[in-house]
Nanobody, 125 residues
Framework: QLQLVESGGGLVQPGGSLRLSCAASGFSLDLYAIGWFRQAPGKEREGVLCFSKRGGSTYYADSVKGRFTIYRDIAKSTVYLQMNSLKPEDTAVYYC??????????????????WGQGTQVTVSS
């Protein structure tokens, strides 16, 4: 059974860091692109970053460039979202999702067909 489980969210002060994990099961992580998305209260879901099958990363959100990175540990079947220099506007529920293919297509989420349950990130002093 295909499953994605996020973890690592929490409350952090502005300027702090968090690392989110997306543990995958039921499929081979190295065969598909995996994306991170977020949704803040009252806002539409927003694409953040994607890691392609071949190991390239694609930024969906310009606002996180230079602060967020994405990487993959195939042995652990986990994709990570490293978030540094966090800002209050990064507050959202963060989701990981499996792309239907190998490339980081579909920043709106349309090309993603399996989603985790989400993990809350709150940036506040």
């Amino acid at each position: 059974q295909l499953q994605l489980v996020e973890s690592g969210g929490g409350l952090v002060q502005p300027g702090g860091s968090l690392r989110l994990s997306c543990a995958a099961s039921g499929f081979s992580l190295d065969l598909y692109a995996i994306g991170w998305f977020r949704q803040a209260p009252g806002k539409e879901r927003e694409g953040v970053l994607c890691f392609s099958k071949r190991g390239g990363s694609t930024y969906y959100a310009d606002s996180v460039k230079g602060r967020f990175t994405i990487y993959r540990d195939i042995a652990k079947s986990t994709v990570y979202l490293q978030m540094n220099s966090l800002k209050p506007e990064d507050t959202a529920v963060y989701y990981c999702a499996k792309n239907r293919g190998t490339l980081c297509s579909g920043s709106s989420g349309f090309e993603y067909h399996y989603w985790g349950q989400g993990t809350q990130v709150t940036v506040s002093s």
